[in-house]
C-alpha cells in the first residue's frame, strides 16, 4: 500500500509559479508511474502530466505543454510538477497518483491509477 501526500499548493496572480511535490511512503514506489490530475467543480478529474517509473519517459496534456514539468527522486519517493506561467484556468484541486506502468506506455486515464493523494488547492488569480 502506497501512500501520497500533495503539498506546496496555494494562491498565485496569473503570470506566477508554484511547486507541488507528491511524497511516498509505504511501498516500492519506483515501480509505479506517477501522474497529475486536477479537479474542479462540477468537472471530471482531468489528465495533467505523467512521468514513466524508471524517470525516461513524460507525457503532457496540450493545455499544460511548455508550462509544466514533471520530474521525480526514485531515492526520495519524491514527485515534482513545476508550474511556471499560470493561468486562471489552472485553479483546480491538484492531484497526484500512482500507478502500474506497462511496457513502455504511460497510464493518462484516472482508473489505471490505484493510488491517490488527498490533493492540494491550487487558486491563480487574474
Known amino acids: 500500500q502506497v501512500q501520497l501526500v500533495e503539498s506546496g499548493g496555494g494562491l498565485v496572480q496569473a503570470g506566477n509559479s508554484l511547486r507541488l511535490s507528491c511524497a511516498a511512503s509505504g511501498g516500492n514506489f519506483s515501480i509505479f508511474a506517477v501522474g497529475w490530475f486536477r479537479q474542479v467543480p462540477g468537472k471530471e478529474r482531468e489528465f495533467v502530466t505523467a512521468i514513466s517509473r524508471n524517470n525516461s519517459n513524460t507525457h503532457y496534456n496540450d493545455s499544460v505543454k511548455g508550462r509544466f514539468t514533471i520530474s521525480r527522486d526514485n531515492a526520495k519517493n519524491t514527485v515534482f510538477l513545476q508550474m511556471n506561467n499560470l493561468e486562471p484556468e489552472d485553479t483546480a484541486i491538484y492531484y497526484c497518483?500512482?500507478?502500474?506502468?506497462?511496457?513502455?506506455?504511460?497510464?493518462?486515464?484516472?482508473?489505471?491509477?490505484?493510488?491517490w493523494g488527498q490533493g492540494t488547492q491550487v487558486t491563480v488569480s487574474s
Open positions: 497518483a500512482a500507478g502500474p506502468q506497462r511496457n513502455s506506455t504511460i497510464p493518462t486515464h484516472v482508473y489505471e491509477y490505484i493510488f
